[in-house]
């Protein structure tokens, strides 16, 4: 009888290292699972990225777009005036030269900040242009912002550089990128000059 008690004993033990194989099978282990997780938290990170990159695209076709047809509505509203002595923020608002969307409470607001508009000189005569200044754009979005809405205006400076200044100074890019590079905490200012 012990010999036929072995066998029943070999099998049982060999049924359950089956089983336990089996169990062991049936789920992840805590590396594999690891390794799915990175390999996912590395997907949406280059998807988050890459979608941001097109919101930054797309704010700034928008905005230039916008400043393009500002700087049209100010030319065409002080057409019949001698100079750009009216051309500040509150009246640009008034003549409805600015968006209603841009317009929070007697100011101008672009997708990165407060827009003022000031007449200037612009190296020409007293009030001789209108001063758009465009205060926090991105380092990021500058070069394409600049580069994008400079044929509009006369006169284009990025932080202190002048960029260019129409008709002797056409746009210069190498200034262009070194202005947008240079930063005053973080801040990147574009100033856009408006003229006849």
Not at 37 to 63: C, D, K, M, P
Not at 177 to 187: L, M, Q, S, Y
């Amino acid at each position: 009888m012990p010999f036929a008690f072995f066998p029943a004993r070999l099998l049982a033990a060999a049924h359950s290292a089956k089983l336990h194989r089996a169990q062991r099978q049936r789920g992840f282990t805590l590396v594999e699972t690891l390794i799915v997780i990175v390999i996912v938290a590395g997907i949406l990170g280059i998807a988050f990225v890459a979608a941001n990159r097109v919101n930054e695209r797309t704010t700034v076709n928008e905005f230039v777009s916008t400043m393009h047809m500002m700087a049209t509505e100010t030319q065409s509203a002080f057409r019949s005036q001698a100079n750009f002595s009216g051309a500040t923020t509150t009246n640009l608002i008034g003549m409805g030269v600015v968006p209603a969307a841009m317009v929070d409470t007697g100011t101008i607001r672009g997708p990165w900040g407060v827009i003022a508009v000031a007449p200037s000189a612009a190296g020409g005569p007293a009030n001789s242009a209108a001063h758009f200044t465009i205060n926090g754009v991105p380092a990021a979005s500058c070069l394409n912002f600049v580069n994008a809405v400079e044929s509009a205006f006369a006169r284009v400076d990025v932080a202190a550089t002048i960029v260019k200044h129409l008709p002797a100074t056409p746009l210069n890019m190498a200034s262009v990128a070194a202005g947008c590079n240079a930063a005053t905490g973080g801040v990147r200012i574009v100033h856009l000059h408006v003229t006849r």
